[in-house]
């Protein structure tokens, strides 16, 4: 499909009926047509298989696509996200079913290695966790790891680059020898951003990396992550429907493990096709 046809995707009226709350089948389309990562059937059991988390949920991430995942508290969007980078893989008793692939290759593969996928695939969390370290080794120590720099110079050279991507050296450039928890929360935050592009990734992973920041500092990243969507692909958890609009191409609405509903961020917020979805937004659950 050629993109002036997409761009013409009208927003179906409400003719429909909504799909019934205990229809639990996934509406909306959940493939992309140039998929960085597709997901298929990803089922998430906890405690040795005791509770399901994630009900063979599929879906795609496109290429230099923000795509927002929402949902009530407990429905699973953190564990899913973790999913994309093989996080849960540290998570004692939790086991993954099901294939996803990152540019056609099953990252559950035997012969897969985390360390790379995870440079691959960067994550960024809910509460910034800058090391105990400074400013600068923040953003160097994965490159060094990596082995993407060999030099003082590169390395200077990287850490200036990253965290001018990340909106913050004018802030440190002077103070680039203290520790990076001496940062306000807002700065930590995008210290971390800075720490995942260092790497350069090709997927980035926010879970909720808002939550703890103020409006100004909420503004700086959304503004960041609209830039990154130029180079990379993106997933971000939010309870915020406001900056889900903002900031992503497509939603995903989840619900009790389950995909409820996935398609085009206007749609879903205006249109939804599923009552769950629709009583989500409309501030009737969560
Ligand atoms: N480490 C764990 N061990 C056991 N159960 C877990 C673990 N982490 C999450 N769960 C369970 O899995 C389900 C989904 O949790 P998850 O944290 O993914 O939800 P969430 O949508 O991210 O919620 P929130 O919006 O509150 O962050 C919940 O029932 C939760 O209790
Ligand atoms: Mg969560």
Redesign the pocket.
Known sequence: MDSKHTDKTAIPKRSHRLVPKDNRNTVGEKQVENPKMRCEEISVF??NGG?K?INAVSLDIGTNEVIAMI??????????IRCLNRMNDT?E??KVEGRIYLDGKNIYDKDVDVVPLRARVGMVFQKPNPFPKSIFDNVAYAPRIHGLVTSKGETEELVEKSLVRAGLWNEVKDRLNQPGTGLSGGQQQRLCIARAIAVNPEVILMD?PCSALDPIATAIIEELIEELRQEYAIAI?T?SMQQASRVSQRTAY?HL?DLIEIGPTEQIFLNPLHQLTQDYITGRFG
């Open positions: 906890y405690d509770t988390a949902g009530p508290s407990g429905c699973g969007k953190s564990t899913f998570i008793g939790c909720e958890v309870h989840f493990g």
